[in-house]
């Protein structure tokens, strides 16, 4: 047994036992990273990642079957279908990206698509130690650097701040300054500014460590005396 599994590792041609083999070894990839995600409740979950995984490997196991089958078949190149499905994926990575009030959501879960894609390729191509150490360091990005940036931006939550202001030209700089004393760390910013009705909106992406900190900021901005409006919210 353990000599049959030895000859399927190391094959480089593409039978049903290889084929099966590796399909089954992509489902357990893509299931973990998926199980990850969905832990995290995002919406591309373990179903999702393992589909991911098969597919980009019953991918490349076409690819390098179709001239190892049909030696004199013109321009067949292993490659080909491969190359293929990173392209297709990217729309997959589009559909996971949500941009909302300025902010952007769902970066992390686009990149472990497209790199789950290549786990996938990596594993029909018969590299499965690559295969295996890639989904450990993706895991170990998701888990480990998560509580990295998180201590980098003070173990605070994500929000966005918006301030309605009844003048075009708000001073950008008192109010950044305020954000700064009230130990708030600015992650973006856009502006909208509409001269003709003497309005503008300022748009902040922010990191705030306590809620404490809310009443206080308020009552700072509405002391400028043009602030018409403030929200906040993840």
């Not at 392209?87 to 992390?108: C, E, K, N, P, Y």
């Not at 698509?113 to 018969?126: E, F, H, S």
């Not at 308020?218 to 919210?233: C, D, H, N, P, T």
Request: charged residues 15%; glycine residues 8%.
């Amino acid at each position: 047994m353990i000599e049959y599994l030895k000859e399927i590792l190391d094959s480089t041609e593409i039978t049903v036992s290889t084929a099966v083999f590796r399909l089954f070894v992509s489902l357990l990839l893509g299931a973990v990273v998926g199980v990850e995600r969905q832990l995290r409740r995002q919406d591309a979950g373990m179903r999702t990642f393992t589909l991911i995984c098969m597919g980009s490997t019953a991918a490349m196991l076409i690819s390098i079957w179709i001239p190892q089958t049909y030696p004199n078949f013109l321009n067949g190149d292993p490659g080909r279908i491969a190359a293929q499905v990173l392209t297709g994926i990217g729309f997959l990575g589009a559909g996971a990206i949500i941009r909302s009030q300025g902010s952007i959501h769902g970066l992390t879960t686009a990149a472990c698509i497209w790199m789950m894609a290549v786990v996938g390729l990596a594993t029909g191509a018969g590299m499965l130690r690559t295969a295996l150490i890639a989904t450990g360091l993706t895991l170990f990005v998701l888990a480990s650097l998560d509580l990295l940036e998180r201590r980098m931006f003070l173990n605070g939550v994500n929000k966005i701040l918006t301030i309605n202001c009844s003048t075009s030209a708000p001073d950008v700089n008192r109010i950044q300054k305020i954000l700064e004393e009230k130990k708030i760390f600015i992650v973006s910013v856009s502006y909208e500014h509409d001269y003709e009705a003497n309005l503008s909106v300022i748009t902040y992406k922010v990191n705030v460590k306590s809620i404490s900190l809310y009443n206080g900021l308020f009552s700072a901005l509405r002391e400028l005396g043009y602030v018409s409006k403030i929200q906040m919210f993840a």
